[in-house]
């Protein structure tokens, strides 16, 4: 079974092997509204974990998504620029940001599991 | 988290019912969209019909034999010449032609009716009662509700509780009944469609929202979806694409100054108005393309074909009608042709754009 973890920025990131996968949580999305177009970053830059990775752009405002992990970018989903609305309507699957290889495993620690973060959107209510 | 400072409309309660997001606006705890999304209730609008809830807006009556005369020392619009039952767009200026606000006047026979936007109505009152005193009466209209229906559909809709709105043209009003409800009708909105504003006194807004709103055509639509359809309209919103320090002709409103006003003047700011539509002003307010799909948001820097900062976005999104970004923008007045290439910064990147004419939807008033 594959591992999921959450921040509290609303980033997921499943973990695959010594990569893994990110993007944004079904909340944020549903914060965001409809999802009109995102940037991503470029193949090989090295991210910094809480640091600015992409920008996601509403009809409304842009906001960033952040590094959930420090790692180097190694595949982004192209998809997206062509419907960013996947972002929307299936935001842990298929409207996915990018993959990293993982560059510090142990910052895999700070993040939450599902209960936790489950409880934490609870907490915003 | 609910900020018990904001002001609440009569339709707050209708607003959480329906699932809205609600957001602060203009001192008010307004619904920015409901369930359904901007993207959804903006194309709704322009398919079908979308109620706006705009009760956060000031209302006031301006009454007294010289009311339009008076109104006059004050804006540019020609309101002795306004027809009993017709509306104008115009705005209060200020000794350098800027911009204080915009807003409607409609002459309802005995008085005027005035919309003034949320955000400026309480300077507005502050500053019609300074320079009207005695010269005409004011009465802001704090227990009456405003609703917009707009959209191809909002004059059957209306039409089924008050037949009379068919024949209404574009920027007319009139007191009517819609069911048993006496309202005060226009024929006018700031969507770019046809569709209506109705002031409604508060206690009965619910009921005629609800009352609207089980038509099968009309969809609740909240202010997210309201600034991108009158951003697609090219209209301006004040304290962004209008404000003090842009002038009528900058902003390219002077066809709100009627020909009468501009010989005479007599309104803040005439003098300077009059020069620059002789001569030019230093900047116009323009239509702006962004090619490719980013957005390019308020505040954006505009960069010439030389690479100097030419100017700024004072409103930019996505335009869900038009499937792209679209933006409105001040630049020199020496690159404000139709079709100049310009680049505009965004985050640290230079995006190619173009002068376009505005609006980028065509208007579909009901001119009767």
């Given amino acids: 079974m594959s591992t999921v973890k959450y921040t509290k920025d609303h980033e997921w990131v499943r973990v695959e092997g010594d990569t893994v996968v990110v993007g944004i949580t079904d909340y944020a999305q549903t914060q965001l509204g409809d999802v ?3 940037e991503l970053p470029e193949i090989g830059r090295r991210v910094q974990k809480g640091k600015e990775a992409a920008v996601v752009e509403s009809v409304k405002a842009a906001s960033e998504v952040f590094a959930p992990i420090s790692g180097e970018v190694i595949a982004v989903n192209a998809e997206l620029s062509g419907e960013p609305g996947r972002i929307n309507s299936d935001p842990m699957g298929q409207g996915w940001f990018m993959k990293l290889r993982i560059a510090n495993p142990r910052e895999m620690d700070d993040l939450m599991d599902e209960a936790a973060y489950n409880g934490f959107v609870e907490g915003l209510h | 988290m609910a900020d018990s400072a904001l002001r609440r409309t009569p339709l707050h309660d209708l607003h959480k019912s329906l699932g809205a997001k609600m957001v602060p606006f203009a001192g008010y705890d307004m619904p920015v969209q409901y369930a359904a999304g901007i993207m959804a209730e903006h194309l709704h609008t322009r398919a079908k019909a979308g109620l706006f809830d705009v009760s956060h807006m000031g209302q006031a009556r301006l009454g ?15 309101i002795v010449g306004l027809a009993p039952g017709r509306m104008r767009y115009t705005l209060f200026t200020n000794d350098s032609g800027g911009i204080l606000d915009d807003l409607m006047v409609t002459n ?32 802001p209209l704090e227990d009456r509700a405003l609703l917009a229906l707009q959209g191809p559909a909002a004059a059957a809709v209306l039409a089924r509780f008050a037949p009379g709105v068919h ?9 009517t009944a819609i069911g048993e409800l006496p309202c005060f009708v226009t024929r006018s909105g700031y969507t770019g469609e046809d569709g209506f504003e109705i002031s409604v006194p508060a206690i009965s807004a619910d009921r005629l929202a609800r009352r609207l709103l089980a038509e099968p055509e009309v969809m609740p639509v909240g202010l997210g979806a309201r600034d991108s359809l009158r951003l697609e309209a090219g209209l301006c919103l004040h304290g962004h694409d209008i404000d003090e320090t842009t002038s009528v002709v900058e902003a390219d409103l002077a066809w709100a100054i009627q020909k009468r006003r501009r010989a005479e003047g007599g309104f803040p700011g005439a003098a300077v108005i009059a020069r620059q539509l002789k001569d030019g002003a230093p900047r116009k307010r323009v239509g702006i393309k962004p090619e490719g799909r980013a957005p390019a948001r308020e505040g954006t820097e505009i960069f010439g074909a030389a690479g100097a900062v030419i100017g700024r976005i004072t409103s930019g999104g996505f335009g869900p009608s038009t499937d792209g970004p679209v933006a409105m923008g001040y630049v020199a007045a020496a690159h404000s042709a139709l079709g100049t290439p310009l680049q505009l910064m965004v985050r640290g990147t230079p995006r190619p754009a173009r002068i376009v004419p505005l609006p980028f939807v065509p208007h579909r008033y009901h001119r009767g």
């Fill in chain 1, 36 to 38: 009109v177009y995102v």
């Fill in chain 2, 108 to 139: 309802a026979g005995d008085h005027l009716m005035l919309i003034v936007n949320a955000s400026r109505k309480h300077d507005d009152t502050v500053h019609m009662r300074r320079h009207l005193a005695g010269r005409a009466t004011l009465t």
């Fill in chain 2, 64 to 78: 007294g034999a010289g009311a339009a005369p008076a109104l006059e020392m004050l804006v540019p619009g020609d």
């Fill in chain 2, 167 to 175: 024949g209404m043209a574009f920027m007319s009003g009139a007191a």
